[in-house]
């Protein structure tokens, strides 16, 4: 069952303006983590906040997280071209468990 | 090695036909995920491992998949008796413990094609 929901499918923005994607879950969790995949193949950990952090940031990425809303954004700044990718948020449940994955947000960042 | 390496990065097969694929997670991580992907889906999970025992099988999708981990580092999965349906990338992920204090290191996983 689908743990994380994306919001939106897919963003298309012009480069230097910031790009927020949105993540909703259901259950409680330890910590939420957001990837990037380029080309439909092997994914990259951008950043990781655990479920006593409100916000948290590295570079040019911002993530927030409420526990009582149950959501989380990422936000990019400034985007570049390079930042075309799929974003994915997961999050981790309970003690030794796996991380269970969002579908996914299309960004497209136009040159 | 200094990633997360996954072998063959390409497979075609006939369906019935079994095949392996493997990963060679980063020394040292004990934890060590494999997850398939579809077309245009998100992650499915499929098994995950803590040293060389599987916590949490639960994500199989039938009895002709099977993984085995040994000398807490390599992994294998198998499918027996592939059909069109197990088409997929399959991606292979480690970490120094479980997921509650580290992200995944993800390999650039296998795309198995069943004709």
């Known amino acids: 069952s689908q743990q994380g929901e994306e919001d939106p499918q897919a963003l298309s923005i012009q480069e230097g303006e910031n790009a927020t994607m949105n993540c909703s879950y259901k259950?409680?969790?330890?910590?939420l983590q957001w990837y990037r995949q380029n080309s439909g193949r092997g994914l990259v950990h951008l950043i990781l906040?655990?479920?006593?952090?409100r916000e948290k940031h590295s570079g040019r990425l911002r993530v927030t997280l409420d526990t009582s809303k149950k959501s989380s954004s990422l936000l990019i700044t400034a985007s570049r071209a390079a930042d075309t990718a799929s974003y994915f948020c997961?999050?981790?449940?309970?003690?030794?468990?796996?991380?269970?994955f969002g579908k996914g947000i299309t960004l497209s960042v136009r040159p | 090695g200094a990633g997360v390496s996954q072998s063959p990065s390409n497979k075609v097969t006939e369906k019935g036909k079994d095949v392996e694929l493997r990963c060679d997670p980063i020394?040292?991580?004990?934890?060590l995920y494999w997850y398939r992907q579809s077309l245009g889906q998100g992650l499915e999970f499929l098994i995950y491992?803590?040293?060389?025992?599987?916590?949490?099988k639960s994500g199989l999708p039938s009895d002709r998949f099977s993984a085995e981990r040994t000398g807490g580092s390599v992994s294998t999965l198998t499918i027996q008796r592939t059909q069109q349906e197990d088409s997929a990338v399959y991606l292979c992920?480690?970490?120094?413990?479980?997921?509650?204090?580290?992200?995944?290191?993800f390999g650039s996983g296998t795309r198995l094609t069943v004709v």
């Open positions: 992920a480690s970490s120094p413990s479980s997921g509650q204090l580290y992200g995944y290191t």
């Open positions: 259950t409680s969790i330890n910590n």
């Open positions: 906040i655990r479920s006593n952090e």
């Open positions: 997961a999050t981790v449940t309970g003690a030794n468990s796996k991380l269970t």
């Open positions: 020394s040292g991580h004990t934890a």
């Open positions: 491992f803590q040293g060389n025992s599987a916590p949490d």
